[in-house]
């Protein structure tokens, strides 16, 4: 017959395995506040920004290069059929989204993008892989991806890696995922 603090320590330890392996799987997840869901066929009238994102532009207010063997690199994207590992989540709805851009044709746009394979001076360069480590995963709902929804999908990562110069793009860290400019966190116990 086993003793009542037998049953006690059984019932105990059982609960704390559980608990170990739920946090050993779970932890490389973690970080999962960091993704954002965007939407880049909004229409114009409920976009948050309107940008236009084309090959050879000659005055664009962010120039990417992107492809899937660069010399210079700033991050690195792959794909996962996974929607809760990926970083960005490429939506069909306007209405789930974080983000709703409208990709415009537009002259006065409020951003303009030139994306290209072959950039001599970049302001970005984003390499995409299809197996091994990479820097953000991204998750598509749509049958059909361009690289110009691509990069128009990756502009609060890119705004980020530029210092945040562009104040129409919503404000993302890896830290803290999207939010405004002044909502940076702050440690609550001083050492």
């Not at 920004?49 to 207010?61: G, M, P, Q, S």
């Not at 590992?85 to 746009?109: C, E, G, P």
């Not at 970005?124 to 990069?151: A, C, H, M, Q, W």
């Not at 002044?182 to 001083?190: K, Q, R, T």
């Amino acid at each position: 017959m086993i003793s009542t603090p037998q049953v006690f320590y059984k019932v105990h330890l059982k609960i704390a395995l559980n608990l170990f392996w739920l946090l050993a799987l779970t932890l490389p997840y973690s970080d999962i506040f960091a993704q954002y869901t965007v939407s880049v066929d909004a229409p114009a009238y409920s976009a948050d920004f309107n940008v236009r994102i084309d090959e050879n532009i000659l005055y664009a207010d962010i120039d990417v290069e992107i492809g899937e063997s660069l010399l210079y690199k700033d991050f690195t994207v792959g794909f996962t059929d996974s929607k809760s590992r990926a970083d960005v989540i490429i939506s069909n709805s306007n209405y789930n989204s974080d983000i709703n851009i409208h990709m415009s044709t537009s002259l006065y746009a409020d951003l303009v993008v030139d994306v290209s394979e072959n950039q001599l001076y970049e302001d970005i360069g984003i390499e995409i892989r299809t197996s091994g480590y990479v820097d953000y995963l991204i998750y598509n709902e749509d049958n059909f991806l361009t690289k110009e929804k691509l990069v128009a999908s990756l502009l609060p990562i890119i705004n980020s890696y530029l210092d945040y110069k562009f104040e129409k793009i919503p404000f993302w860290s890896a830290e803290n995922g999207l939010s405004e400019p002044g909502e940076e966190l702050s440690p609550v116990i001083y050492c």
